[in-house]
T-cell receptor, first 115, second 115 residues
Framework: AQSVTQPDIHITVSEGASLELRCNYSYGATPYLFWYVQSPGQGLQLLLKYFSGDTLVQGIKGFEAEFKRSQSSFNLRKPSVHWSDAAEYFC?????????????FGRGTSLIVHP | KAGVTQTPRYLIKTRGQQVTLSCSPI?????VSWYQQTPGQGLQFLFEYFSETQRNKGNFPGRFSGRQFSNSRSEMNVSTLELGDSALYLC??????????????FGPGTRLTVL
């Protein structure tokens, strides 16, 4: 069965600083990988996804992620964090099932942004 | 166009009762998935419906059930509520459940508290 580990429960950065959120996955086949963001009181929003091809994936809001098969990692990065990026971030690996992609989520990383 | 709508947004029930949550997908979306989010277990997939049929099911007891109507609206039901059922229940819709990936769009969730 697939699993996702987000080693950092909380990350604190200063506004304008760079950000990297870590994600490690376990999956027997070619992984379908996702990063979602959840703001307080909101549902999840997809930031980016990786299915195949270029291992550096660009997403919305200036985020990018790099797939490294050798390290089973899919880390999320942003060069300059804005206060509005404060939220919960979830990494997920999707398993193909019945024509859908059923995600298994990590436990999430809470991003705190200091002014 | 309108996003995914979930009603009610907040709900308080007592142990042993049952509850029904509702989800209206984005217009034109035919697939609806449900997730449970708790501090202890994180985000977990409950089930997915497509064209009024359950396509996939997560590892939850039979007290959790759902259905989808011909207009793609979906309901989930939890019977004989337990304290551990207190959670944020998220609904997500996508265009269709098929061979190609279709992004899931999440609603804001229903916060269920079981006393």
């Amino acid at each position: 069965a697939q699993s996702v580990t987000q080693p950092d429960i909380h990350i604190t950065v200063s506004e304008g600083a760079s950000l990297e959120l870590r994600c490690n996955y376990s999956y027997g086949a070619t992984p379908y990988l996702f990063w979602y963001v959840q703001s307080p009181g909101q549902g999840l929003q997809l930031l980016l996804k990786y299915f195949s091809g270029d291992t550096l994936v660009q997403g919305i809001k200036g985020f990018e992620a790099e797939f490294k098969r050798s390290q089973s990692s899919f880390n999320l990065r942003k060069p300059s964090v804005h206060w509005s990026d404060a939220a919960e971030y979830f990494c997920a690996v999707g398993a193909k099932a019945g024509g859908s992609y059923i995600p298994t989520f990590g436990r999430g990383t809470s991003l705190i942004v200091h002014p | 166009k309108a996003g995914v709508t979930q009603t009610p947004r907040y709900l308080i029930k007592t142990r042993g009762q049952q509850v029904t949550l509702s989800c209206s997908p984005i217009s034109g979306h035919r697939s609806v998935s449900w997730y449970q989010q708790t501090p202890g277990q994180g985000l977990q997939f409950l089930f997915e419906y497509f064209s009024e049929t359950q396509r996939n099911k997560g590892n939850f007891p039979g007290r959790f059930s759902g259905r989808q109507f011909s207009n793609s609206r979906s309901e989930m039901n939890v019977s004989t509520l337990e304290l551990g059922d207190s959670a944020l229940y998220l609904c997500a819709s996508s265009l269709q459940s098929g061979l190609s990936y279709n992004e899931q769009f999440f609603g804001p969730g229903t916060r269920l508290t079981v006393l």
